[in-house]
């Protein structure tokens, strides 16, 4: 299976008013797609940043309702964090995988590894309170895909729920999919071979990361864009979700 | 500092002819570029893939003249390996970060971390051979983009080397930059607040890392693209490196 492009094109969605608990985020969406002139076409995939879809989605915490364990109370002492905060971080949590320095990396949802569990601090509804990620980010971008679809004559498209990660060995952050749907999340090219005959070493793909980072480029902090058109993939593969792209424990020898 | 951007475009170039030792890549790649179609503009990024920049660099070492150490021969014997190839990948390395089932992660060049410290078996010169990464892929960026600009009357031109790397936590590969020339690598918003006035937590974006990603999509796998032009980014800081990208290890927590 080789795909072949041509050229692909990133339109930042500029025109999405702020979003609010219970927004209808699929329409809202459409109806910015539609006003900032960009007719989605068959094959076009609109990323999302995970802070709409979460705020949509209700996932906001009013820290005045939270009263923080014994251990979230001895964690913020010692990150000076506040103990409420970190008691969301560790709801959010099944597993710290390093603590230090005043940051929690967390394991969180199918298998995120990132700062604080997605827990957010930063344009939050309200100033005492952060969001959470999506609970199933693959559900949220598959509620975006269905209606998507339909603003595009029920033509293929595909969604990618993105958020910004550190990572290890490199600096600096990224944007990588939390949710995907419509497009797979990994192309395969196992049994794959390259310009020599030989089988390639690169066997697995993981193109909904990379549409992330590419829409990433657009919604750059402080501009204010939380969706992107990316128009000229193509594909072939129309299954994939986020949660494709977490690597089993046991195969993950880069860790 | 908030860069703003409607809308970029990549553009696959597909002309470039099969890349020997001592081409000279920067004439060949503008070349390319034009006979694209794709007159170079200010601000455009050109990525290209590692793999050309080390054939024309003549980063191809011949099997038959290597021998393999004691150590690289008990290596291969329980990696499946050939044995003058993990010699190689030893000369690379300066750290083996892990070694299982048969896959060697290695620490090489500024402290990359990546499987085979990059040695590579598939699409060399020739059969019996593999290819390393370039020396110093920040002067090889150098190089390229001082072509390049002139190619554009002088205007501003950024490049980025770039290559397949695994990551832990997430499944499949992504494009990330290794060289990186006349960009900024890493945009650095330190000190900036968000929409309701509070300081940013994403501090450091790896963008270099991001168009790498982005001109990986165009560079699928067996689609024979070995750069992209991507435009529209616009930006400020016109200084960076690939090794800015290097997260300095007292400071990784999420290793």
Redesign the interface.
């Known amino acids: 299976m ?11 969605i ?1 025109t999405l008013p702020l979003v609010h608990p219970g927004d209808d985020l699929p329409a809202l969406l459409a109806r910015a797609i539609r006003t900032t002139g960009v007719a989605l076409a068959p094959y076009d995939v609109v990323a999302v940043c995970q802070k709409i879809v979460s705020k949509a989605e209700g996932r906001i915490v009013d820290l005045a309702g939270i009263t923080p364990s014994a251990f979230a109370t001895r964690i913020a002492a010692s990150t000076g964090k506040d103990a409420r905060v970190v008691e969301v971080i560790l709801r959010e949590s099944t597993r710290i ?2 603590m ?2 005043g ?1 929690l ?1 967390c394991e969180t949802g199918p ?3 990132c ?1 604080n569990a997605g827990v ?5 509804e309200r ?1 005492d309170s952060v969001t959470l990620l999506p609970h199933d980010a693959d559900a949220s971008a598959e509620a975006l895909r269905v209606r998507l679809s339909a603003e595009a004559d029920g033509a293929p498209v595909g969604v990618v729920v993105t958020d ?1 990660f ?11 999919a939390l949710g995907v749907a419509g497009i797979g ?3 395969d ?1 196992r049994g ?5 005959g ?5 066997t ?4 909904a ?3 992330a ?2 829409a ?3 919604m ?6 939380p969706a992107v058109v990316v128009r000229g ?1 193509g594909w072939e593969r129309t299954t994939g979700r986020g949660r ?5 424990a046991a195969l ?4």
């Open positions: 080789t795909v072949r492009r041509a050229a692909i094109e990133c339109h930042a500029e995988v390093k230090a320095d940051h990396i298998g995120w590894i700062a957010d601090e930063s344009n939050a100033l910004t550190g990572r290890p060995w490199r600096d600096g952050l990224v944007d990588v999340a990994v192309l090219y794959a071979t390259d310009m020599g030989r089988e390639l070493h690169h697995l793909i993981a193109q990361d990379a549409i980072a590419a990433g480029l657009l750059v902090k402080g501009a204010g864009i993939l494709d792209l977490v690597r089993p993950d020898l880069f860790r």
